[in-house]
T-cell receptor, first 114, second 114 residues
């Protein structure tokens, strides 16, 4: 069964450093998403990406965040200057054209900012 | 804005016990409702869904009924197994979400002992 792959599974970084979280969506999917979950809190929508541009973003997704699909297979989330409060589990998801049934999540990257 | 509230966990049960995980929501109109499950070390997987009032979603012995009058979508299973131990997330897709973004609850951990 096709999977969404995220790397690394766990990343520790110092405050102020840049991090890039990587995702390989399912190959024929067209819509891509990042969500995050701060420990003990809700899973929150960050951004959606379609046709090589951001289609929707939340208030969380400020200028410190950016997304890219550099080579047609990877989908990355960059945080330019990490803060302690960026520590969270980050989930990537992709979707084809099958509505909610086509929404596939990765297993997440746990980001710890120290 | 849209929101989802789930009961706090962990929920600890013995094998073959009856499970209920409560979920209520706030949204305008008629959102689509979902339960996702996350097994240890894995991504979020769609468990079941309902797209209109009084619909019942079901899968793997789990059921949930879309109750518009009580704005609820409680998850139930008649007889849980150890393999059901996981984190369960209630979610909705709002009426105005053009790119299928989801609003999640905090998640409820279920622990089933033999």
């Amino acid at each position: 069964e096709p999977e969404v792959t995220q790397t690394p599974s766990h990343q520790v970084t110092q405050m102020g450093q840049e991090v890039i979280l990587r995702c390989v969506p399912i190959s024929n999917h067209l819509y891509f998403y990042w969500y995050r979950q701060i420990l003990g809190q809700k899973v929150e929508f960050l951004v959606s990406f379609y046709n090589n541009e951001i289609s929707e973003k939340s208030e969380i997704f400020d200028d410190q965040f950016s997304v890219e699909r550099p080579d047609g297979s990877n989908f990355t989330l960059k945080i330019r200057s990490t803060k302690l409060e960026d520590s969270a589990m980050y989930f990537c998801a992709s979707r084809g054209t099958g509505g909610e049934l086509g929404y596939t999540f990765g297993s997440g990257t746990r980001l710890t900012v120290v | 804005g849209d929101s989802v509230t789930q009961m706090e966990g962990p929920v600890t049960l013995s094998e073959e016990a009856f499970l209920t995980i409560n979920c209520t929501y706030t949204a305008t109109g008629y959102p689509s409702l979902f339960w996702y499950v996350q097994y240890p070390g894995e991504g979020l997987q769609l468990l079941l869904k309902a797209t209109k009032a009084d619909d019942k979603g079901s899968n793997k012995g789990f059921e949930a009924t879309y109750r518009k009058e009580t704005t609820s979508f409680h998850l139930e299973k008649g007889s849980v197994q150890v393999s059901d131990s996981a984190v369960y997330f209630c979610a909705l897709r709002g009426v105005g979400s053009g790119y299928s973004t989801l609003t999640f609850g905090k998640g409820t951990m279920l622990l089933v002992s033999p």
